[in-house]
């Protein structure tokens, strides 16, 4: 692998991996912006629920106050002869005052019911409160704070409104009722989130009174909060002068819907990053190995020859001064064997330079068979050839005896026929033996002492003279 190719995949895996650790630091910064958004949104609903049910809370009792301190209405009630006509006045002067009112109640100190317009919906439990706040007549008391709860009448679940009040000599208590339905409207009008809101008693935790869709005699759960509900309350918020509390319960699928959608998104995000950063990394691959393989081809081509696939003359100097470098320091010995081809002249003349070059590529192919993996083959041009022959001995005796026989074995091997165009053709080499001398360190002079021996050889078939034919 090129270095650049290794810095192109590793500049694109860093690139990856920044942005996604990007994409998830947003979702995750994302996802606690919406948490915090979520505990003040569910805050503000308690807070907001609370204050609007204790102003409904204080507009009630204000009004009673008010009712309580009308002397002249109080007295006109003396001016009526039958309890029918009182019940009628008290009615229709209390629907002004109140008129949300579900009914109305007049206790005496003893907590006896004067008059009512709602028999069958005083409780039990109205009874008993009736009874205490008639208590508070016979005591030195300014202002009286009657804390409100629901009073759980079959039927019809309500809040009442209790005031004691003087009226001329006589100590009364006025009691008025009021539908559920007015609480569960203001749970309702405050829904700012997709939380539920429920409103407990204080006096008796987890029980609810109302929430925001039913009354409690309308629930078809469980009256008291749950354990996992009791660990998701976020937001709890008193009513002032009441028995309540307004409590928000995290809806966890409000959470997860938005994780869902977050991931989603993110996910889809990430997606299009990938196929984008797929396609970038495939032509930036694609263009690398475009790149090395010109590359390689031309560090190919600048060290071997194009028509045979030999090593050039580059190459084998390169080699030339490492063997030369190995026998300075090693003694190791090493050889050329300078090689050229008899007639091939001729052979260019007579059948063209196509077959000329295919006679040339065989050469190449049959010396490149002929060597051993750690010689070298190189061809200097035309039809001038070079073999390496590395490591021959440890003297030179041997290696110029190893020399002379390998030399006799190419000339063997590589005077067989050649087979080009349909022909076959005797193209003989002259193989001329140099072995390598501590005393010359010049490449240039070594390849020159090469081709007079080869020169030499040369002469010596000549006086043979052996004509170029062709076998039939």
Known sequence: MRHSTGLFISMMISLLVLVSAALWWRIDSEAQQFAEHQHELIQKQAELTADSIQRRMDSLRNRMIAVSLDAFWMKDLEHFSTVEQIQQALHERFKLYFPEMNGFSIADE??????????????????VDIAKSAKILSLESGYFNYQPYLHAKPGDYHFDMIFPVLWGEKKLVFFMSFKAQHLMETLKEYLISGHGSYLLRLDKPGLIEVTSEQVRDKLTRPFFLQADELDHIRARVPVNHTLWEVAVVENLQVTLDFWHRLLRDGAIAWGVFVLVWGTLLWFGLTHERRQSYLFN???????????????????????????????????????????????????????GHDVGDHLLKQFGERLQQCIRSNDLAAR??????????????????????????????????????????????????????????????DVDEILKQGDEAMYRQKQKIKAQARPLREVE
């Open 110 to 127: 003893q907590g006896e019911i004067l008059w009512s317009d709602m028999d069958m919906y005083v409780s039990d439990a109205c009874r």
């Open 297 to 351: 081809k031309l560090s190919h081509l600048s060290m071997h020859d194009e028509l045979t696939g030999l090593a050039n003359r580059r190459m084998l100097v390169r080699l030339m001064q490492q063997a030369l470098q190995e026998l300075k320091h090693e003694g190791v010995q090493s050889g050329l064997l300078y090689l050229d081809l008899n007639d091939f002249k001729p052979v260019n003349d007579r059948y």
């Open 380 to 441: 200097l041009g035309g039809d001038e050839f070079v073999v390496l022959l590395q490591n021959l001995a440890d003297n030179a005796a041997d290696a110029e005896k190893k020399l002379q026989e390998t030399s006799e074995r190419y000339e063997r091997l590589l005077s067989k026929p050649y087979l080009t165009d349909g022909k076959c053709i005797v193209c003989t080499p002259s193989v001329g033996t140099i072995l390598m001398r501590p005393d010359v360190h």
